[in-house]
């Protein structure tokens, strides 16, 4: 059973373009976590969404941030038109259920030039 | 969810037990302790949960005081793999599900 797969491991996007960071649950794990981290920072929640849904975005950035967890396919972390700001790592997490354990993948290192 | 308290730093030697603590004065009943770490640059690793008891697994013990105000993580024989940054986390059970990361501890294992 894979773990969390997120990609691509590294994102280098130059000021103004988009960011698209995918995440792949684990096998029967219907709820995804976003997390981002800011260079010597602690890790700060982003979003949670089961399928098709998010449920709560109370840490998401007013623009330019969006994400979804469709019915087929990965989680898409979606930025437009980055800044410099935004460089940061980002992580996925899923888990099976409402109040289960999260399991963390290993990250998108975001950098914009 | 309660907030956590936890030292910045610690250090310890390599295969003596680390005994990391944690305050949670304000932990409500339903809600659990986690531990979890970070080893620098990758994601975040789950290491163990309580409620109320004291738990164990193959990587650690989990110690919650019986007021339940505070616990102790405990690695037994730290290698110099464990060093990281551990997070204590209170996490209710309920809907809002996501964790709430503080500053953690940075356990520094030396030789």
């Known amino acids: 059973n894979a773990g969390v797969m997120q990609n691509p491991r590294h994102l280098v996007r130059r000021r103004g373009q988009e960011a698209r960071l995918r995440c792949s649950p684990m096998?029967?794990?219907?709820?995804v976590y976003w997390y981002r981290q800011l260079p010597e920072e602690g890790l700060k929640f982003m979003v949670y969404?089961?399928?098709?849904?998010?449920?709560?975005e109370s840490g998401m950035p007013k623009e330019r941030f969006s994400a979804e967890f469709p019915k087929e396919g990965p989680s898409i972390l979606r930025i437009q038109q980055v800044v410099r700001g935004d460089s940061a790592a980002y992580f996925c997490?899923?888990?099976?259920?409402?109040?289960?354990?999260?399991?963390f993948g290993s990250g998108t290192q975001l950098s914009v030039l | 969810d309660a907030k956590t308290t936890q030292p910045t730093s610690m250090d310890c030697a390599e295969g003596r037990a680390a005994n990391l603590p944690c305050n949670h004065s304000?932990?409500?009943?339903?809600?659990?302790v986690y531990w979890y770490r970070q080893i620098h640059s990758q994601g975040p690793q789950y290491i163990i949960h309580g409620l109320k008891n004291n738990e164990t697994n193959e990587m650690a013990s989990l110690i919650i005081t019986e007021d339940r105000k505070s616990s102790t993580l405990i690695l037994p024989h730290a290698t110099l793999r464990d060093t990281a940054v551990y997070y204590c986390?209170?996490?209710?059970?309920?809907?809002?599900?996501?964790?709430?990361f503080g500053g953690g501890t940075r356990l520094m294992v030396k030789p």
């Open positions: 304000t932990i409500s009943g339903n809600e659990y």
């Open positions: 986390i209170v996490r209710g059970y309920n809907a809002g599900n996501m964790l709430t």
């Open positions: 096998k029967g794990h219907s709820h």
């Open positions: 997490a899923s888990s099976p259920g409402n109040a289960e354990k999260l399991f």
């Open positions: 969404l089961q399928k098709e849904n998010i449920i709560d």
